[in-house]
């Protein structure tokens, strides 16, 4: 098993510079959210993507080049990867370091290929917009359990919350986000998603699913890029702030304006951000299933 590319040399120069440059656009996300968690300070939008996507912060600041680039690297350094590398995915040769897919064991290939499979079958499902971001609302309805209310208060009272959930359809088809909904809610989805109908039911216009493609992205490293990794955290971190904007929490204390879609124009607006940021995950996605070709699994 081999990248199914002509590889690309970089000299130890090269790639230096780009692991240095990596580590700094990095930092702007990694630094900052070290520095509050010392402090104790939390942030309902920063830190949920290094809470509900736990991965090191190393993993964003490591710079690695994905499947089909060699390193050079000097026969008498140490290691045969450079640092910060997963010595176990690496192969060294003729004075490079490699990604090797030869080192993947069973399960690791299957685990990819069905990374692959989902993400193409969400590239080919039609767009819905039409969810106006009710999972957040759908999940603390009647109150027993606000998962954020240690770090930030509800904007609303909880009778117009429960109204607005009991007025409106609920569609979400992502699992991850159902599973959280009050159990007198999930009956209110017009969708019932499980975690073995992700391949079936999840689509390129869902917030979630495109938050998603952070996740994809760090379980298809090393034979994916960094600079693709961060690009999935970035736009992440963008679908994030619409996600908690639109919802029932108030923001105010970290000067974010409520997307208010208990409005028609609030749906509006929603739905007109949610196309911006859908547009922008398309590339990246098909990125990640082009990245996962580039080793035959």
């Given amino acids: 098993m081999l990248c199914n590319l002509s590889n690309t040399y970089l000299s130890a120069s090269a790639w230096g510079v780009r692991a240095t440059l990596h ?12 520095k509050r968690r010392d402090r104790g300070l939390p942030h309902p939008i920063e830190d949920f ?16 080049p994905g499947c089909g680039t060699m390193l050079e690297w000097e026969k008498t350094q140490e290691s045969p990867t450079p640092p910060g590398f997963s ?3 690496y192969s060294w040769a003729d004075g490079y370091v490699f990604a090797d897919p030869r080192n993947l064991t069973t399960k690791e290939i299957d685990r990819l290929s069905w990374i692959s499979e989902l993400l193409t079958a969400t590239k080919d499902r039609t767009s819905n917009f039409a969810c106006h971001g009710l999972h957040e609302w759908a999940m603390v309805y009647r109150g027993k359990n606000v998962r954020h209310e240690k770090i930030t208060p509800l904007r609303l009272p909880q009778a117009e919350i429960d109204a607005l959930v009991e007025s409106r359809t609920i569609c979400c088809s992502h699992h991850d986000a159902f599973r959280f909904f009050a159990g007198e809610a999930r009956p209110m989805n017009h969708l019932q998603p499980t975690l073995d109908r992700r391949i079936e039911l999840e689509q390129p216009g869902c917030v979630h699913a495109n ?13 994916i890029s960094s600079d693709l990794l961060l690009d999935c ?8 702030d ?14 974010r304006e409520p997307v208010y879609i208990e409005t028609a124009e ?18 990246l996605r098909e990125r990640l299933i082009a990245g996962l070709k580039r080793i035959e699994i």
């Fill in 242 to 255: 619409l996600d908690m904007r639109a919802s029932p929490y108030d923001l105010a204390a970290w000067g």
């Fill in 211 to 223: 938050m998603d493609l952070y996740k994809w992205a760090a379980k298809a490293m090393p034979w």
């Fill in 23 to 34: 580590r700094a656009r990095a930092e702007q996300y990694t630094l900052a959210t070290r």
């Fill in 87 to 89: 010595t176990r995915y």
């Fill in 233 to 240: 955290f970035e736009l992440a971190l963008e679908l994030r």
């Fill in 266 to 283: 609030g749906r509006r607006v929603y739905e007109t951000e949610q196309r911006r940021l859908a547009a922008k995950a398309g590339p």
């Fill in 49 to 64: 993507l290094f809470q509900y996507y736990p991965y090191p912060f190393a993993l964003l600041e490591l710079w690695q």
